[in-house]
């Protein structure tokens, strides 16, 4: 006795493609810029992994000073720590940097300069520095995405921030997350639970953290 082989019919396989296709128009474009989101973060990452390591190599040729540092007055003040210099920090690592093209996040809307001399400024950075880093302070706040905000304005450029403050992420970047760099060498991505967290440990009362 033969047995009789069970298949589909024209009209099921056209219900089944049907369905599939329904299902990717629904669920493809919600997946897509969610892939497209995650790559920009992971290449945001990666530029603040070549920056920190600029800023550990620079320090090791300037007496274990990091930029912020090593360029103050004879009073101990700090050279270029205002709202129009920010880009010189990074300028003093040129060397160490390669090009200027990983100072500029993805998600920014800010476009990289053609090389640190000639038109290199704040308006081509999307990274803060930490004027209070240290690298002898391993878990202290070195640089990281600039719309970091403790809902305050700016003092001549600078952010003062404390663990007792409205710290977040602004919607400029990264759709409400952040990345931070730390003088570790590390780069952590962080929500805003996960930075107001970061910023209770960094081991400052007070980061002050100069914005481009």
Same mark, same amino acid.
């Given at each position: 006795?033969?047995?009789?082989?069970?298949?589909?019919?024209?009209?099921?396989?056209? @219900?089944?493609?049907?369905?599939?296709?329904?299902?990717?128009?629904?669920?493809?474009?919600?997946?897509?810029?969610?892939?497209?989101?995650?790559?920009?973060?992971?290449?945001?990452?990666?530029?603040?992994?070549?920056?920190?390591?600029?800023?550990?190599?620079?320090?090791?040729?300037?007496?274990?000073?990091?930029?912020?540092?090593?360029?103050?007055?004879?009073?101990?003040?700090?050279?270029?720590?205002?709202?129009?210099?920010?880009?010189?920090?990074?300028?003093?690592?040129?060397?160490?940097?390669?090009?200027?093209?990983?100072?500029?996040?993805?998600?920014?809307?800010?476009?990289?300069?053609?090389?640190?001399?000639?038109?290199?400024?704040?308006?081509?950075?999307?990274?803060?520095?930490?004027?209070?880093?240290?690298?002898?302070?391993?878990?202290?706040?070195?640089?990281?995405?600039?719309?970091?905000?403790?809902?305050?304005?700016?003092?001549?450029?600078?952010?003062?921030?404390?663990?007792?403050?409205? @710290?977040?992420?602004?919607?400029?970047?990264?759709?409400?997350?952040?990345?931070?760099?730390?003088?570790?060498?590390?780069?952590?991505?962080?929500? @805003?639970?996960?930075?107001?967290?970061?910023?209770?440990?960094?081991?400052?009362?007070?980061?002050?953290?100069?914005?481009?």
């Amino acid at each position: 006795m033969r047995m009789k082989t069970k298949a589909f019919t024209v009209l099921e396989l056209m @219900i089944a493609v049907g369905v599939i296709g329904f299902v990717v128009l629904v669920f493809l474009p919600a997946i897509v810029p969610h892939r497209r989101i995650n790559s920009v973060r992971i290449r945001c990452v990666n530029n603040l992994k070549q920056v920190g390591l600029a800023f550990r190599m620079w320090s090791d040729d300037n007496n274990n000073m990091y930029p912020m540092q090593y360029y103050t007055n004879q009073s101990g003040v700090l050279l270029f720590a205002d709202a129009t210099n920010g880009f010189r920090y990074f300028q003093a690592m040129s060397n160490e940097l390669s090009t200027p093209k990983i100072l500029v996040c993805p998600a920014d809307k800010r476009t990289a300069a053609t090389n640190f001399l000639a038109d290199f400024d704040n308006s081509h950075l999307s990274y803060v520095s930490g004027l209070d880093a240290d690298p002898t302070m391993p878990t202290a706040l070195l640089t990281g995405d600039r719309n970091l905000t403790n809902g305050q304005p700016l003092v001549n450029g600078i952010l003062y921030l404390q663990s007792n403050q409205n @710290i977040g992420w602004t919607g400029e970047m990264h759709n409400g997350f952040g990345n931070v760099g730390v003088t570790d060498g590390s780069v952590q991505q962080f929500t @805003i639970n996960g930075l107001r967290n970061f910023v209770s440990h960094t081991g400052l009362a007070t980061n002050r953290l100069l914005f481009p």
